[in-house]
């Protein structure tokens, strides 16, 4: 059954996204948007998110460089392009939203993809980006190199420059960690607080 499922989905087949988190993303997008708006998922993987941002009533997409994604998303009735996310192939300002969960840590030049973020991004659009942090290099559970496509794991100062490089104006940097249960979300709670597994980036587009 495994291989079954790694023939049809590919890398995909050890994705899974944390409720919690979506919820959160979602509750931060609605607070920048509280109507109907266009987001997109670089990177969306299984396309949970964009299910989840659909059933709110966004018109959410998803993009992702992995072709078995086209599978999956056919399968659970998900818009998305198959593509790369350095070029997008979308025109310039068509996004309200644009989301990049555990992207940029695969890739060899952060600061390009970041800048085709901004570029699809409307003026004062939203961008939220989920990195894992330097902590995560030391945990025992989903520590940063048990994926080997990792590349580098980037610190706070880190991610400041990156976004700032790439011209869009930084809200906040939020630590967190996510947890299958409650007693794990309770301490990671606690630990997000000196050594957070993973950064939440949250940034604008400059105003016109």
Known sequence: ?????????????????HGDVITDDLRI???HLPGQGRVLDIGAGRGWFVTAARQQGMEALGLDIEAQAA????????PGVIGDGFRTPFTAS?????RM??????????????QEAH??????????????????QFYPVANFWDDYTHVRPISRFGLTRLITDAGLELDRIEGYMSGRNAAERALG???ARVLPHMYRVIARSPAM
Do not use: Q, T
Not at 71 to 78: D, H, K, T
Not at 94 to 98: C, E, I, R
Not at 102 to 107: D, F, L, S
């Open 29 to 31: 997008i609605r607070s």
């Open 189 to 191: 709670k606690m630990l």
């Open 101 to 114: 969960k555990e992207v940029i840590e695969h890739v060899e030049r952060p600061l390009a993809l970041v």
């Open 119 to 136: 570029r699809v991004l409307k003026a004062s659009g939203l961008l939220i980006a989920h990195v894992p942090s330097p902590y995560s």
């Open 71 to 78: 599978n999956v998303w056919s399968r659970e009735g998900v």
């Open 1 to 17: 059954m495994k291989a079954a499922l790694r023939d049809v989905e590919g890398p995909l087949v050890h994705l899974r996204e």
């Open 94 to 98: 068509s996004f309200d939203v644009v």
